[in-house]
């Protein structure tokens, strides 16, 4: 059964960082092509980054290029969201996913960006 445990959401100021994680079950993470998305408040869930099994990170707009980076430890099983320079327009729920795949989604973790 394929689940996942995101962590490492919380309150941080506008400039600040975060580094989310997720582990990952039922499947191996360096075989699939992995993503986080984010659900605002009223909004849709949208994804912001994805790294693929060859390592590759790819943060999907300009508006987070340079800010958010994807990462992973084989060992763990586990995929990372490196996120900094953080706004108060990143406050979302986060998730990550095993893009390509109709999996459920993991409790997410809160990101709230304010001062």
């Known amino acids: 059964q394929v689940q996942f445990v995101e962590s490492g959401g919380g309150l941080v100021q506008p400039g600040g960082s975060l580094r989310l994680s997720c582990v990952a079950s039922g499947f191996t993470v360096s075989n699939a092509l992995m993503g986080w998305y984010r659900q605002a408040p009223g909004k849709q869930r949208e994804l912001v980054a994805s790294?693929?099994?060859?390592?590759?990170?790819?943060e999907l707009s300009d508006f987070w290029k340079g800010r958010f980076t994807m990462s992973r430890d084989n060992t763990k099983n586990t995929v990372y969201l490196q996120m900094n320079s953080l706004k108060p327009e990143d406050t979302a729920m986060y998730y990550c996913?095993?893009?390509?795949?109709?999996?459920?989604w993991g409790p997410g973790t809160q990101v709230t960006v304010s001062s």
């Open positions: 996913a095993r893009l390509q795949y109709d999996d459920t």
């Open positions: 790294l693929t099994n060859d390592g590759r990170s790819d």
